[in-house]
């Protein structure tokens, strides 16, 4: 595909842009461009338009609005000290939306071109990168699909169109690295099986916030669902992956069981840990383990992981009739873990894995 360039403005002044990058926040300001691109069944994907950020124009019959056909992705661009700006294994993102694609039974974009809608966006927005040196920022990206045929009948669209938005982003959790809490929900589930869980769609979104809603009611940060047929192991939060590290070095996640996703933070931590020599291990995870194992102290350190929340330290777990806390400061190697992931990212360390990709 090639992309057609021509109608850059810079939709907010200067000295706004400014104020937005001394203190990003997550998600709210987007950048002064966006990039579309269109596909239909017959003729596939046309080229792509990068456009200024602004509103979409959809049919109100569009199937997105009605049944949720869409899917959506989420990576960010790092500056270097050098002033280069680089991105972390995009295209992992673009092999997980094209999985998504599958299941929601959307086109698949070609990884190159998934790639290149990022390039062109970044090179158009790149005076909102932020700085390096300033901190946990970066350039959040959000590439996304929707089912934009006007049709109301229930079957896969003939029309889809793929964007991508960016915002400036800050730490996902405002309030400095310390501990949040977890809400258990047992009343709600995020995904079943044979369901969506695996891919990032938005109504698995949609589905996480009433259990959100029940966390926020017990004053917790962020909610954590269980496996909905046994309603025993543990999956992850509404939007990120969980770690656990046993005082004898073990570095615990739950494993892929088609109902969770397939974090890229995640996967990327499974490597780092096994090379500062932690022995990992993917594997289903009784929600008693967590609770016994921060009771007899076995389990020293719980974090959650994801691109928006990198790495966080979990302190709380709070359920119907009870809590437990496993610390309440940061431990020792959720630390190490979330400054190894950081400073290969702003490029601060040697990338020896082949994970950074200039932009
Ligand atoms: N789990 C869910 C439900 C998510 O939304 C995310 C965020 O993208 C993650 C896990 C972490 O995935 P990644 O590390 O690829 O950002
Ligand atoms: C991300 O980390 O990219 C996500 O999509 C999760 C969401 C909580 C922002």
């Known amino acids: 595909l090639t992309f057609t360039t021509n109608s850059r403005t810079d939709r907010i002044p200067a000295e706004e842009r400014a104020r937005v990058l001394a203190d990003p926040g997550f998600g709210k300001t987007m950048t002064d461009h966006m990039v579309r691109i269109r596909w239909t069944r017959d003729g596939g994907w046309e080229n792509g338009d990068l456009l200024p ?56 974009l070609p990884t190159d071109d998934f790639v290149e809608s990022i390039k062109v966006l970044v090179d158009a927005d790149q005076d909102w990168v932020p700085d390096y040196g300033t901190g946990e920022t970066s350039l959040y990206l959000r590439p996304f699909m929707i089912a934009s045929e006007a049709f109301l009948g229930v079957r896969p669209a003939n029309e889809a169109t793929y964007y991508v938005i960016a915002s400036p982003a800050g730490a996902y959790f405002s309030g400095g690295i310390k501990p949040v809490s977890l809400w258990l929900s047992t009343d709600y589930a995020r995904a079943g099986d044979g369901g969506t869980g695996a891919a990032k769609c938005g109504g698995n979104y949609a589905s996480s916030l009433a259990g959100q809603v029940q966390a926020a009611e017990y004053g917790c940060d962020q909610v954590v669902f269980l496996d909905s047929s046994t309603h025993t192991y543990i999956e992850e939060l509404g939007g990120m992956n969980l770690f656990f590290v046993y005082r004898d070095g073990r570095l615990v996640t739950p494993q892929l069981t088609g109902t969770i996703l397939e974090g890229i933070t995640r996967s990327s931590i499974l490597q780092l840990g096994s090379e500062m020599g932690l022995t990992v291990e993917e594997r289903r995870i009784p929600i008693q383990e967590w609770k016994d194992g921060v009771a007899s102290g076995e389990i020293a350190e719980v974090f959650a992981c994801g691109t928006a929340a990198v790495v966080t330290p979990v302190g709380t777990l709070k359920w119907d009739g009870g809590e437990c806390t496993v610390s309440t400061e940061p431990g020792e190697a959720t630390m190490k873990i979330r400054e190894t992931l950081l400073d290969l990212q702003y490029g601060k360390t040697a990338d020896t894995r082949g994970w950074m990709q200039r932009l």
């Open 53 to 108: 950020y602004g509103p979409i124009s959809l049919d109100p019959a569009a199937s997105v609005l009605h049944y949720g056909q869409e899917i959506f992705e989420g990576l960010k661009a790092y500056r270097h000290e050098d002033g280069s700006i680089w991105s972390f294994r995009p295209q992992a993102n673009a092999e997980r939306l094209q999985r998504s694609a599958r299941r929601l039974a959307l086109p698949e």
